[in-house]
């Protein structure tokens, strides 16, 4: 059973066009963070969202955690092939580094 | 600094034999935990370490073990693997006990045949 589902599962867009990935849970965490995995690398911390309605920038990316701190989104603005990549999410359960990460999602760019 | 280090990088087994893997976490961290990465589960928790103490530890079978030594180096023990076994481990190392940032290995991709 999953806690934290992504959508879309795969995503394949032109360079230059924006959007938008998903990552719903029912249950609450105490914060929720991105990471961003390339092949043959381990993931990488992109942001930590604590606060419910919490909205953080990180360049073109835009993250936001759910008032009910149940779901957050990242958005990416005129996406550019570096940033292909496996993005995942990660909420805390408040146990330590114990983090529940989500399904996943598969963005390509295309030059 | 040097990041996080585990080895062997890929092994092939065949089903009943027991796997080692390695972890050299950052310098300074003392928090070590291991995730299981496959392409239908995704990144599963198995097991937090520190301080030489298992904190943590995830849904998997008594099968999957670990242990951490007084220098925060991590290794965990896989025995009579199974097919499902196949996947990439992945070591994680933080600065304390968390929540707080993981720094990933490049993992250890193990196959069972």
């Known amino acids: 059973t999953q806690l934290l589902e992504q959508s879309p599962q795969f995503l394949s867009i032109q360079e230059g066009e924006n959007l938008t990935v998903y990552c719903n849970s029912s249950s609450v965490f105490s914060s929720l963070q991105w990471y961003r995995q390339e092949p043959g690398e381990g993931p990488v911390l992109l942001v930590t969202?604590?606060?419910?309605?919490e909205v953080k920038k990180l360049k073109r990316l835009t993250f936001q955690f759910g008032d009910a701190r149940k779901d957050s989104s990242l958005h990416i603005t005129a996406a550019q092939p570096g940033d292909t990549g496996l993005y995942l999410c990660a909420g805390d359960p408040n146990t330590g580094n114990q983090f529940y990460f989500g399904t996943g999602t598969s963005l390509t760019v295309i030059p | 600094k040097a990041g996080v280090t585990q080895t062997p990088r890929y092994l092939i087994k065949t089903r009943g034999q027991q796997v080692t893997l390695s972890c050299s976490p950052i310098?300074?961290?003392?928090?070590v935990s291991w995730y299981q990465q496959t392409p239908g589960q995704g990144l599963q928790f198995l097991f937090e370490?520190?301080?030489?103490?298992?904190?943590n530890k995830g849904n998997f079978p008594g099968r999957f073990s670990g242990r951490q030594f007084s220098n925060s180096r991590s290794e965990m023990n896989v025995s009579t693997l199974e097919l499902g076994d196949s996947a990439l481990y992945l070591c994680?190392?933080?600065?304390?006990?968390?929540?707080?940032?993981?720094?990933f290995g490049e993992g250890s991709r193990l196959t069972v045949l």
């Open positions: 969202v604590v606060t419910g309605g």
């Open positions: 370490y520190f301080s030489e103490t298992q904190r």
């Open positions: 994680a190392s933080s600065l304390n006990m968390g929540p707080g940032e993981l720094f």
């Open positions: 310098s300074g961290h003392r928090s």
